[in-house]
T-cell receptor, first 114, second 111 residues
């Protein structure tokens, strides 16, 4: 069954701790993305990766880091430098980058930092 | 700065046709327009995509005028299960490639 998995669905952390969100896809897609969504808001791009070992900052990359060591995996680390990390985080993938390619989204991880 | 604009919310009754418009004044020549549907606490799901004129699939139609500065998603005969937030996604190229999701339109379908 092909798709994108994100784990865990809910995550709770204390302020000042780094936390890593998992994203795995078995669609054989080259491109992967991380978005942040705040209550009642649209999606904002954090990072995207066009290919293994390459990634680019999106609109709100400050306080976040990513790696792309394998085609299937694109983990996102929310660092203690992110001033307001509580949000719903969505991972997506597509065959390639460019607006002609449909993005497939995972179920999301809701992160709460107190 | 490139941006997209959609109505914040819309109400409709079951069985009616719903049209949601997205404005994207600075769309690039080669960019496509894609619409997604999102239910609460879920990831968005692809609905339809187009470049110009009209595209139709089994769930929706997409109308794009010649100047491509806007697009209209049309949902025929909506049902209660169509209650969701609808986003348009347009790729903008300004130096580094960017993806700009619209603000989203919250559609509520009433019985």
């Amino acid at each position: 069954d092909g798709g994108i998995t994100q784990s865990p669905k809910y995550l709770f952390r204390k302020e000042g701790q780094n936390v890593t969100l998992s994203c795995e896809q078995n669609l054989n897609h080259d491109a992967m993305y991380w978005y942040r969504q705040d209550p009642g808001q649209g999606l904002r791009l954090i990072y995207y990766s066009q290919i293994v070992n390459d990634f680019q900052k999106g609109d709100i990359a400050e306080g976040y880091s990513v790696s792309r060591e394998k085609k299937e995996s694109f983990p996102l680390t929310v660092t203690s430098a992110q001033k307001n990390p509580t949000a719903f985080y969505l991972c997506a993938s597509s065959i390639g980058t460019g607006s002609a390619y449909e993005q497939y989204f995972g179920p999301g991880t809701r992160l709460t930092v107190t | 700065l490139a941006k997209t604009t959609q109505p914040i919310s819309m109400d409709s009754y079951e069985g009616q046709e719903v049209n949601i418009t997205c404005s994207h004044n600075n769309i690039a020549t080669n960019d496509y327009i894609t619409w997604y549907q999102q239910f609460p606490s879920q990831g968005p799901r692809f609905i339809i995509q187009g470049y110009k004129t009209k595209v139709t699939n089994e769930v929706a139609s997409l109308f794009i005028p010649a100047d491509r500065k806007s697009s209209t998603l049309s949902l025929p005969r909506v049902s209660l299960s169509d209650t969701a937030v609808y986003y348009c996604l347009v790729g903008f190229t300004s130096g580094t490639y960017k993806y700009i999701f619209g603000t989203g339109t919250r559609l509520k379908v009433l019985a």
